[in-house]
C-alpha cells in the first residue's frame, strides 16, 4: 500500500513563499504520475500542477509563473515551490499519486496554506 505524506504548509504574509513537500512509500514511485491540488473553505478541490514521470510540468493558470513542481525519484519526494503567495492561495493542499489509466490512485492528508493579507 503506497503511503502519501504531504508537509510544509503553514502562515505566511502575501508576497511570501511556502515550500510544500509530497512524500510517498512504495517501491514505483518513479512511474506515478504526481498532482497538486488544493480545497479553499467551501470550494471544490481543484487541481493545480501537474508533474509526469518523465519530468513534464503543467499548472492552472491561477498559479502558473508563481509556483513550480519539482520531482526526485530516489528520495519519492514532489516539492511545490510557491512563490509571490496571495491571499486567494489560502487553502488545504493535496498531493495525489496515481498510475497512468487510473489503476492507482492515491491522496494525502493534506497540509494547510494560509496567506495573510
Known amino acids: 500500500q503506497v503511503q502519501v505524506v504531504e508537509s510544509g504548509g503553514g502562515l505566511v504574509q502575501a508576497g511570501g513563499f511556502l515550500r510544500l513537500s509530497c512524500v510517498a512509500s512504495g517501491s514505483t514511485f518513479s512511474s506515478y504520475i504526481v498532482d497538486w491540488h488544493r480545497q479553499a473553505p467551501g470550494k471544490q478541490r481543484d487541481f493545480i500542477a501537474r508533474?509526469?514521470?518523465?519530468?513534464?510540468?503543467n499548472y492552472a493558470d491561477s498559479v502558473k509563473g508563481r509556483f513550480t513542481v519539482s520531482r526526485d525519484n530516489v528520495k519519492k519526494t514532489v516539492w511545490l515551490q510557491m512563490n509571490s503567495l496571495k491571499p486567494e492561495d489560502t487553502a488545504v493542499y493535496y498531493c495525489?499519486?496515481?498510475?497512468?489509466?487510473?489503476?492507482?490512485?492515491?491522496w494525502g492528508q493534506g497540509t494547510q496554506v494560509t496567506v495573510s493579507s
Open positions: 508533474i509526469s514521470s518523465s519530468g513534464v510540468t
Open positions: 495525489r499519486m496515481w498510475s497512468p489509466g487510473g489503476a492507482k490512485d492515491y
